[in-house]
């Protein structure tokens, strides 16, 4: 069953669950009919201290985007406030 929710905006952090069970963790930077685009993907990593955020694909360039088809998506759900913290400071440096 593909459950897909519109009306997120384009800035966005949202959690992206994709077809090889993967989950994306990702600045929205654009939605078309058939794909999204995103900004400085991460996912969430099981580490000695618990979960850590590593980027998506650790050997793109993070100021690239990073497109996905849709057919490729499970879910599209708005990224809790915790994990938006985490990923605004393992994106950009800055403490909140």
Not at 11 to 23: F, R, Y
């Amino acid at each position: 069953m593909l459950l897909i929710k519109t009306g997120y905006k384009v800035g966005d952090l949202v959690s992206v669950k994709i077809v090889t069970a993967e989950e994306i963790i990702a600045r929205l930077k654009e939605e078309t009919d058939t794909s999204y685009t995103f900004e400085r993907p991460v996912s969430l990593v099981p580490g000695p201290k618990g979960m850590s955020i590593v980027p998506y694909l650790m050997t793109a360039d993070v100021a690239e985007s990073m497109t996905l088809d849709k057919t490729k998506v499970i879910t599209v759900a708005k990224t809790n406030k915790e994990i938006e913290t985490s990923y605004i400071q393992a994106t950009t440096g800055i403490s909140i």
